[in-house]
Nanobody, 112 residues
Framework: QVQLVESGGGLVQPGGSLRLSCVAS????????MAWYRQTLGKERELVAV???????NYADSARGRFTISTDNAKNIVYLQMNSLKPEDTAVYYC??????WGQGTQVTVSS
């Protein structure tokens, strides 16, 4: 059973950058399809980025070109590098392993 802990969220101005981290324990991130989701109040959780064990990645249209998902298998961490942030990126960001393992989330607020 994998446990996930996210960190790296915070308050950033529009145009700024943040890097989210998802530390996994109990299992290797390389054993799972790993993903980042986000959710705002009153909306469904939406997929932001995904990385499969082969290293192939895919992104939501809203994230493509600005966000990068990556893994450090030696440290068992999944990252989400977010650049050129916009106010509409404000959300709680969640890490997911496989089909059912979620972290607790980290708040990202983009505001001037």
């Amino acid at each position: 059973q994998v446990q996930l802990v996210e960190s790296g969220g915070g308050l950033v101005q529009p145009g700024g950058s943040l890097r989210l981290s998802c530390v996994a324990s109990g299992s290797a991130v390389s054993d799972y399809v790993m993903a980042w989701y986000r959710q705002t109040l009153g909306k469904e959780r939406e997929l932001v980025a995904v990385i499969v064990p082969s290293g192939r990645t895919n992104y939501a249209d809203s994230a493509r070109g600005r966000f990068t998902i990556s893994t450090d298998n030696a440290k068992n961490i999944v990252y989400l590098q977010m650049n050129s942030l916009k106010p509409e990126d404000t959300a709680v960001y969640y890490c997911k392993a496989g089909s059912k393992h979620w972290g607790q989330g980290t708040q990202v607020t983009v505001s001037s």
